[in-house]
C-alpha cells in the first residue's frame, strides 16, 4: 500500500508545476486524499463489507469536496488536480496515467443494473467541467475538453470538445508539416481559404472545411488520372483548363453586407438626415 502512495505522489510532481516536496503534497491535495480513501473504501468493497465501503466514501467526501463511489475501479498514477465537485459512479473504470480536473462528472445515463458508467483508458485526461455520461469506452491517450458532454465512445488519441462532444482531431490526422498536410494546404489556398492558418484551433467547423478539402484533392486527384488515361487512349481528346477561382467568388457575404448597408461611411446617415430636413 505505501509503495502505492510513493507511487501516486510521484505522479504529482510529474503533472503539477506547483508541487514543491512530497510532505506539502501529502498533506495538501484533497485528489491524492481522496484517491487513498478511494483505495480502503474499494477493498472494503470487494470484501462485502459495502456499508463501512459507502460509510469512508462519504466521509472522503465531505473532507475533499470529491465523491468517488467504492465500487469503481481505477488505475495506477490517477491524478485528480483540484479535485473539488468530481462525480466517479459506481461501474465507472480507470486506466493508468489518467488525469481529471475539478467539475468531472463519470456518470450514467439509465438506472438499470450493470454497467452504466464510463470506462477510461491510459493516458486520458478530462477537463474540467467535463460530462462523460453513459457505459462506453473513451480510448487510450484521448482529451476531453472542458465542459464537453460525451455520450458516445471516443476513439484512441482523439480530441472532443463541445456541447454534445464531438470529435475535433484524430490519430490519424496529418502531422502538420507533413506532404498530406501541405496538399491541404494547396487546396485551401486555391480555394481563398485564408482562416486555413488557424485551423489548429478546436473548432469542429474547421474540422469539417479540412475534411473537405482532403475530399476535394482526392477528387481532383482521381479526375487528373482519368484525363491521362484517356489520352493514353485517344490522342485527340483534350481535357481542357479548369476555370481559375476568383476571390470575387468568395465575397458574396460582404457584398451582402454592403448592400444592407454595413459598410456604410461614418456620417452617412447624418448627412442624410440634414438633407431631409
Known amino acids: 500500500m505505501f509503495k502505492t502512495v510513493r507511487e501516486d505522489i510521484r505522479s504529482v510532481f510529474h503533472r ?8 506539502e503534497v501529502l498533506t495538501n491535495y484533497p485528489g491524492l486524499h481522496a484517491l487513498m480513501f478511494h483505495r480502503l473504501s474499494h477493498r472494503l ?19 475533499t469536496g470529491i465523491e468517488i463511489h467504492p465500487g469503481a475501479r481505477i488505475g495506477r498514477r490517477f491524478f485528480i488536480d483540484h479535485g473539488m465537485g468530481v462525480v466517479i459512479g459506481e461501474t465507472a473504470e480507470i486506466g493508468d496515467d489518467v488525469t ?5 462528472t463519470l456518470g450514467g445515463t439509465s438506472w438499470k443494473d450493470g454497467k452504466r458508467h464510463p470506462t477510461l483508458g491510459n493516458n486520458v485526461v478530462v477537463g474540467a467541467g467535463a460530462k462523460v455520461l453513459g457505459p462506453f469506452t473513451v480510448g487510450d491517450n484521448a482529451r476531453i475538453g472542458s465542459n464537453a458532454v460525451v455520450t458516445k465512445e471516443v476513439p484512441p488519441g482523439a480530441t472532443v470538445v463541445g456541447v454534445p462532444g464531438r470529435i475535433i482531431k484524430r490519430r490519424d490526422e496529418p502531422a502538420p508539416g507533413s506532404a498530406e498536410d501541405q496538399q491541404r494546404a494547396e487546396m485551401a489556398k486555391k480555394l481563398g481559404f485564408d482562416a486555413y492558418g488557424v485551423s489548429d484551433m478546436p473548432d469542429p467547423i474547421a474540422h469539417s472545411i479540412k475534411t473537405l478539402l482532403d475530399h476535394m484533392h482526392a477528387v ?10 484517356l489520352n493514353r487512349m485517344d490522342s485527340g481528346f483534350k481535357s481542357g483548363e479548369l476555370p481559375r477561382l476568383d476571390d470575387k467568388d468568395f465575397s458574396v457575404v ?3 453586407d454592403r448592400a444592407c448597408g454595413g459598410d456604410e461611411e461614418p456620417g452617412a446617415s447624418e448627412a442624410d438626415s440634414g438633407n431631409k430636413t
Open 220 to 229: 481532383d486527384e482521381r479526375v487528373d488520372a482519368m484525363c491521362r488515361t
Open 16 to 23: 503539477d508545476p506547483a508541487a514543491r516536496n512530497s510532505f
Open 254 to 256: 460582404a457584398d451582402a
Open 100 to 104: 481529471i480536473y475539478h467539475g468531472v
Open 45 to 63: 468493497w470487494r470484501m462485502g463489507l459495502k456499508w463501512l465501503a459507502r460509510f469512508i466514501s462519504t466521509l472522503a467526501r465531505w473532507l
